[in-house]
């Protein structure tokens, strides 16, 4: 009967524990994740049309402020620490003026790595690490 009450008063703890994010917090990721090779080729001059191809859609119109675009997107580890980075690209007529800002540089290909061992991610095929490793 006593090893029997261990193992219950184990699972209950493990199932407490579980629930309260001790064990594991899931980093949550919300707006656009922009990549660094994309935002380096904007360029003063650019339509509309060619940064949607570049950086996508902003979350979010502003009717206010239609000269403008702001790719906003956060990060959060823990339940206090929340990050928020804003990069905004100003247009002149249909073309970009300029862009100020920041964002977090190359988060997608990190979130990626870091689900794959969860298994959210299908696992790399032996194809594709001998195409990485340059076969």
């Not at 650019?46 to 902003?58: A, F, I, K």
């Not at 100020?100 to 990190?110: I, L, Q, S, V």
Request: hydrophobic share 35%; with cysteine.
């Amino acid at each position: 009967m006593f090893p029997m009450r261990k193992a219950f008063l184990f699972v209950l703890a493990a199932v407490l524990l579980s629930g309260c994010n001790i064990i594991y917090r899931a980093p949550v990721y919300q707006g656009n994740l922009l990549e660094t090779k994309n935002v380096e080729q904007l360029q003063v001059g650019m339509t509309r049309q060619q940064v949607d191809g570049l950086l996508g859609t902003p979350p979010v119109a502003d009717p206010f402020h239609n000269n403008r675009w702001d790719y906003v997107a956060s990060e959060r580890y823990e339940r206090k620490k929340t990050e928020i980075k804003i990069l905004t690209v100003y247009f002149d007529g249909d073309a970009v003026s300029k862009w100020e800002g920041e964002y977090f540089p190359d988060h997608n290909a990190a979130l990626q790595v870091q689900s794959r061992k969860f298994g959210n991610l299908p696992r790399e095929t032996e194809k594709e690490k001998a195409k990485k490793r340059g076969r």
